[in-house]
């Protein structure tokens, strides 16, 4: 019987595992600084033009709704990961989770870039109930992938079975909390429904 005479073999062999994970981590860091910096060319603000400190925001229909790091609408990003996680686990069954992580951090920030485009902004302001939307601000922006970060881990964790329920009562919570969610979200934004904005506006 043979031993490994030299312990600095082992160590040395797990190095090169060791940079296969981080470079996951470093994409997504570059993501984000890439998304930082778009939205700042698309001339999105850094916080709350009020000035309010405070991390969340809870009125959806006021001036602090989408400026401060997390507010109601947070939930429906956290969904977003819980659905990317299941779709990026059915396109690439075979690959480690944090590449499934890191293309679910990319597709989040791109949604963002292009839901504070001007011409998302206005179809916001003029199709759903977000009358006032002035779009993200980044701080907002990083706050909604953080929390599809979130809703992937979550996801993860549960399997499909539990997430499909904890998507769909998280669901049914924004319905009767804010009059609003993700499912709502897309219809309201594709193809509008006047007596679906017209309850969630309280008429």
């Known amino acids: ?28 860091a570059a993501v984000l600084a890439a998304a930082v910096v778009q939205l700042r060319r698309q001339g999105r603000i850094w916080w709350c033009a009020l000035g309010d400190a405070n991390p969340w925001s809870s009125d ?16 429906t990003h956290v969904l977003h990961g819980v659905a990317f996680c299941g779709i990026v686990a059915w396109v690439f069954p075979r690959l480690p989770m944090l590449w499934k992580l890191c293309i679910t951090i990319a597709v989040e920030a ?22 006032g939307y002035q779009g993200d601000s980044v701080v907002n922006s990083l706050g909604d992938i953080l929390s599809c970060g979130i809703g992937f881990w979550i996801a993860w964790r549960l399997g499909f079975w539990r997430s499909v329920i904890f998507f769909l009562v998280t669901e049914g919570i924004l319905l009767l909390w804010i009059r609003d969610d993700l499912l709502l979200n897309v219809v309201m934004l594709i193809y509008p429904i006047q007596a679906i904005k017209a309850w969630q506006s309280g008429a």
């Open 1 to 28: 019987m043979t031993t490994n005479r030299n312990p600095t073999i082992g160590r040395d062999a797990a190095i090169p595992a060791a940079r296969k994970g981080l470079w996951p981590w470093l994409l997504i």
């Open 60 to 75: 959806v229909n006021g001036p602090h709704n989408s400026q401060h790091l997390f507010d109601p609408y947070t939930f």
């Open 110 to 131: 791109l949604w963002e870039v292009f839901e504070n485009s001007r011409f998302v902004i206005e179809r916001y302001r003029t199709a759903t109930m977000a009358v």
